[in-house]
């Protein structure tokens, strides 16, 4: 991996206003990225996949990329009131690399 490269991230946040996000591979998790940039992410458990306080979706055309959600991940999301089967994810259980370079996420409305 060369950590010489940025990852672009582009995120909606709950208010509907855009933003682009740099940061390089190996770093840390999109949770991480986006409580730093506080947009909202709570992110109580500090990222050990415990609360969905971290709850994103991801744009459907750049989900080819990503691994599909953990039994973890699909037990703490289904009961989330905005869960959607295809693209809700836990922003702490992606890990910054480049395969999210250009990636477009929305963050959950709170529950």
């Given at each position: 991996m060369r950590n010489h490269i940025l990852i672009t991230i582009n995120v909606i946040d709950r208010q509907g206003a855009e933003h682009k996000l740099s940061t390089k591979p190996g770093q840390s998790t999109l949770m991480?990225?986006?409580?730093?940039?506080?947009?909202?992410v709570e992110a109580?458990?500090?990222?050990c996949a415990s609360c969905a306080t971290c709850h994103i979706f991801v744009n459907e055309d750049c989900l080819d990329g990503l691994p599909e959600r953990d039994d973890i991940q699909n037990m703490l999301l289904q009961y989330q009131g905005h869960f959607d089967d295809k693209t809700s994810r836990l922003s702490c259980q992606m890990p910054i690399s480049e395969s999210l370079d250009g990636i477009t996420i929305t963050i959950a409305p709170e529950e």
């Open positions: 991480d990225v986006l409580y730093d940039e506080d947009l909202d109580v458990c500090g990222g």
